[in-house]
C-alpha cells in the first residue's frame, strides 16, 4: 500500500456511527478498510499516518461555487483546499466562460467581473464547455488545478450567446440554437445546467424556453440548478414554479442556495419544506444547498430592475447616466421593490459593500451603502449610484436580510447538501468562502447539535455525489476515490468571520484528493492533483 492511515474515526458519508479503522490507500484509490475488531493483520504501508483522535471522511463537495477564474489563477487555493473541500462545482447563477464566442466572451467578463475579476489575468483560449475542462486538465503546464472541478452550463450565457441582451421571448431559430449549444456542453461533460434568474440575460427566459432547455438536460442525466425568480416577495410562488417546470420537463432539480430571505419570509421555511416534500413524496427528483450564514453576497448592479440592465452593461451606464432614467430606478429600488431585489423595496443599510474593482473607491468597503451616504451628507442612492457608475458596474456587496431559524431548519431537510456560494473577490468577501464547511462541522453540528457530526458529513459529501451520479465518490469505501478529509471534531472550525473573512480554518490537518496530500500537517502542499469531473462517457481531450 502507499498509505495507512492508523486509528481514524470513519465517518463514511452514510450518516451511519463513526466506527475505528485502518484505512489503505493505493494507486488514488480506498484498497482496505480494516475495523478495530476485524480479523487478520493489520494493513502495512510506505507510509503510516497516526490518526488516533482524528476522524476521517469522504472529501467534501461544494455545490454551489464560484471559482471558474481562481483555479486557473491560483495554484494554492487554500480558500477550499483548507476546508476540505475536494471537488466544487462551477458554471452557477447562469453567468460563466463557456460556451462563448469572442463576443460574448467579453460581455460576460465584463458583467460578473464582480464574482471573478476582470480575467485581465487569464489566456482565454477556449470558447467551449470540453474546452473549458480541457484547459483546468493542463493549468500550470499540464499539472492541473487545485481541487477537482465539475460544471454547469450557463443558460444567461447560451442565452447571452443566441439572442443577446434583448428582453423578448427567443425566436424558433434561437431556441433550437440555445438546444444546440446545451446538447454540445453535456455531451462535451458538464452535469447540469445553471440559471440566474434574478439576473440579466438569463431572466428573460420565459418558463417554455427553459423547459425546453431543461428537456435536453435531462436527456443527458443531467440536473438544473436556478437561482430562481425571487428569495424575497413572491419566493414561494418561484419554487413552486421550478418544481413545476422541472416536473413539466422530466429533469432533476437542484435548489441553489434554497433559503427564505427578507422580513416578508421570516419565519416561513416549513412552507418551503412542506412545498419540496409534497413533490418529493409525489416522485419528484430534488435537492438543494446552503450556506451555513445568514447575509448574502452578490454584485451591487443586480440590485438593479431587470429593464435598466437589458443591452448589457454599457446600456446599464448609459441608463444610470441620464438622470431622468436614474431616477426610474431609484423609485423601482425604493418604492416599488425590483425584480434584481427579489421584488422587495430595498434597504441601504443591510447593503455592505464588500468589494470594488476600482482601488480608487476602497474607502467604500466595510460600510453599508446608509453608513456611507451618512458621512458624505447625501443620500444613500446618490452614493449607489455614483459608485456603481465609477466602479463600472464591478461592485460587490453582502446583503444582510436572513434569518438564522430558516437556516437551521432548511439545513435539517432529507435532501439538503452542502454549497459556499463563495465569491474570493473584493477586499472583503463574505466568510462563506473561506469557512462554509467547517462552519457546518464545528457551529451546526457540535456547538448546536442541528446535525449530529454523522448526518452533517452525509450533507456535505455523500449526497451531492448522489447528485452528481460520481460512482466512486461520497463514501470512505474500498474502491472509491481516496478524496479524504482528517479532521479533530473537538476543534474543528471556520477561521473566516466578517471582520477577517479569509482566515483558514481550525482542526482539519489532512486533506487528500485521490489519495495525494494536498494539505498536510495543516498547510498546503506543492500537489495539484485536481481534474476536471465530466459527466457520463464524455472524456477529456487526448484521453484513452
Not at 189 to 195: D, E, L, R
Not at 287 to 310: F, H, I, N, Q, R
Not at 344 to 353: K, L, Y
Request: aromatic share 6%; with cysteine; hydrophobic share 40%.
Amino acid at each position: 500500500m502507499d498509505l495507512v492511515i492508523r486509528d481514524a474515526a470513519v465517518i463514511d458519508g452514510t450518516a451511519a456511527p463513526s466506527y475505528r479503522a485502518d484505512v489503505a490507500v493505493t494507486d488514488g484509490r480506498v484498497a482496505e478498510i480494516h475495523r478495530e475488531d476485524s480479523p487478520g493483520p493489520r494493513p502495512t504501508a510506505a507510509r503510516t499516518l497516526d490518526a488516533d483522535g482524528l476522524a476521517l471522511s469522504p472529501g467534501f463537495i461544494d455545490m454551489h461555487a464560484h471559482s471558474d477564474l481562481a483555479l486557473l489563477r491560483d495554484p494554492d487555493h487554500s480558500a477550499k483546499a483548507a476546508q476540505g473541500v475536494t471537488l466544487e462545482v462551477l458554471g452557477q447563477d447562469g453567468l460563466s466562460y463557456a460556451p462563448v464566442d469572442d463576443r460574448t466572451l467579453a460581455q460576460v467578463r465584463r458583467s460578473i467581473s464582480g464574482w471573478n475579476g476582470d480575467g485581465d489575468d487569464i489566456d482565454f483560449d477556449w470558447r467551449t464547455v470540453g474546452g473549458y475542462l480541457d484547459r483546468l486538465d493542463r493549468n500550470f503546464g499540464g499539472r492541473g488545478i487545485a481541487v477537482n472541478a465539475a460544471y454547469l452550463i450557463p443558460q444567461g450565457t447560451v442565452r447571452m450567446y443566441a439572442v443577446g441582451w434583448d428582453d423578448r421571448p427567443a425566436t424558433d431559430a434561437e431556441l433550437a440554437r440555445m438546444r444546440q449549444l446545451v446538447d454540445q456542453g453535456m455531451r462535451e461533460g458538464a452535469v447540469g445546467m445553471s440559471s440566474g434568474l434574478t439576473y440579466t440575460p438569463g431572466m428573460y427566459a420565459d418558463d417554455a424556453e427553459l423547459t425546453e432547455l431543461c428537456r435536453v438536460v435531462a436527456a443527458h442525466g443531467g440536473y438544473y440548478c436556478p437561482h430562481h425568480r425571487s428569495y424575497g416577495a413572491g419566493a414561494l410562488e418561484a419554487y413552486e414554479e421550478m418544481v413545476r417546470l422541472t416536473r413539466t420537463a422530466g429533469c432533476a432539480l437542484h435548489l441553489a442556495h434554497a433559503t427564505m430571505n427578507f422580513g416578508v419570509n421570516e419565519g416561513r421555511a416549513p412552507d418551503l419544506l412542506a412545498l419540496l416534500d409534497d413533490a418529493l413524496d409525489a416522485g419528484a427528483d430534488i435537492s438543494l444547498d446552503t450556506y451555513p450564514y445568514t447575509p448574502g453576497c452578490t454584485t451591487l448592479v443586480a440590485m438593479l430592475p431587470s429593464w435598466a440592465s437589458e443591452g448589457g452593461p454599457e446600456a446599464v451606464l448609459a441608463r444610470l447616466a441620464d438622470d431622468a432614467t436614474a431616477a426610474r430606478v431609484r423609485h423601482d429600488l425604493e418604492v416599488t421593490g425590483s425584480d434584481g431585489c427579489h421584488g422587495v423595496p430595498i434597504e441601504w443599510d443591510t447593503i455592505e459593500i464588500s468589494g470594488v474593482g476600482a482601488p480608487a473607491l476602497a474607502a467604500y468597503v466595510g460600510l453599508t451603502v446608509a453608513e456611507s451616504a451618512h458621512r458624505r451628507g447625501e443620500e444613500p442612492w446618490v452614493t449607489a449610484r455614483r459608485l456603481l457608475v465609477a466602479d463600472r458596474l464591478g461592485t460587490t456587496i453582502l446583503q444582510h436580510v436572513g434569518h438564522e431559524e430558516n437556516v437551521r431548519q432548511i439545513m435539517r431537510h432529507r435532501v439538503h447538501t452542502g454549497g459556499s456560494d463563495g465569491i474570493l473577490q473584493g477586499d472583503k468577501p463574505h466568510p462563506r468562502a473561506y469557512g462554509t464547511f467547517p462552519h457546518y462541522l464545528g457551529r451546526y453540528a457540535r456547538e448546536l447539535g442541528v446535525l449530529s457530526l454523522e448526518e452533517c458529513v452525509a450533507h456535505l459529501t455523500s449526497r451531492p455525489a448522489a447528485r452528481l451520479r460520481l460512482p466512486d465518490r461520497g463514501y470512505v469505501r474500498e474502491g472509491y476515490r481516496a478524496d479524504l478529509v482528517l479532521f479533530d471534531p473537538a476543534t474543528v472550525a471556520a477561521g473566516s468571520t466578517f471582520e477577517e473573512p479569509r482566515a483558514l480554518p481550525a482542526g482539519i490537518p489532512h486533506v487528500l484528493i485521490d489519495g495525494r496530500f494536498v494539505i498536510e500537517d495543516g498547510r498546503r502542499t506543492q500537489v495539484l492533483a485536481g481534474r476536471s469531473v465530466r459527466s457520463g462517457g464524455a472524456r477529456a481531450a487526448g484521453a484513452r
